[in-house]
């Protein structure tokens, strides 16, 4: 199955088959590519449930590819960053990573974190289309399908990005805490200083076309108007 089919683009060659046998054990079957342009061909011909993309790669940096990577396919990404580079987790966020992960980290997280975003990529068991649409104003949602149309036209979102939507458009008036909107569209509770909630937030403002849809509620969380049309 595609889902179980992941693809790790590193130039570690130890760390990817450390990592391929671990994984193996959790029922993945791991391919890798130690270079930028393999790798992004490679995620470019699909058949893989999720890339898990290092920034630091040689000849062409991970956000480069993960730029690439967004122009033509949605596939999952996990991004590895360095420890303590904020700005790399940021950046990677904001061209559309679903998460990231900081070095060096757990061979469990890493399962779980794959297997949060996979859930959320994969949406809500048993949907089917047309089903348990969800819309306020001009934005809709499928759910099934985990489309996204405002005005009628489709909106191209991640899978991290359609799951917080969701979930701030189910509560369409209320307020909704960020470590809430963490859990339900990253699988996973806020840690300290974790800003993957507001990065993500931000790309949604600015692919709805509105800032006012989502307004911030210092303190608080964040909260969709009902009257954004």
């Known amino acids: 199955m595609e889902e179980t089919r ?19 054990q959790e029922g993945f ?13 490679a995620a470019l011909a699909g058949g893989h449930g999720l890339v898990i993309l290092d920034v630091m790669l040689p000849g062409m940096s991970g956000f480069e590819v993960l730029r690439r990577l967004r122009e033509r396919s949605r596939v999952p990404v996990l991004m590895l960053t360095a420890r303590g580079e904020e700005v790399d987790r940021i950046v990677g966020l904001e061209m559309g990573a679903d998460d990231y992960l900081p070095k060096p980290f757990n061979p469990r997280e890493l399962v779980a974190r794959i297997r949060a975003v996979q859930r959320r ?25 985990r489309t996204a149309r405002r005005g009628g036209e489709v909106v191209a979102l991640t899978s991290v990005e359609f799951s917080l939507l ?26 300290a200083y974790d800003r993957s909630v507001d990065v993500h937030v931000s790309s949604l403002r600015r692919k709805l076309g509105d800032r006012e849809r989502i307004k911030t509620v210092r303190g608080a969380g964040y909260l969709y108007t009902r009257s954004a049309d």
């Open 29 to 41: 079957e791991v391919s890798a590519r130690h270079d930028a342009e393999g790798g992004l061909a």
């Open 121 to 145: 990529a994969g949406g809500a068991p048993g949907g089917a289309a047309g089903v348990d649409l969800v819309a306020v104003g001009d934005v809709e949602l499928a759910p099934g399908t």
């Open 166 to 191: 969701e979930a701030l458009l189910r509560r369409a008036g209320r307020v909704v805490s960020r470590e809430d909107l963490a859990v339900a569209a990253l699988g996973r509770p806020l840690s």
């Open 6 to 24: 992941l693809l790790i683009i590193d130039d570690d060659a130890e760390l990817c088959d450390l990592l391929a046998d671990y994984l193996g």
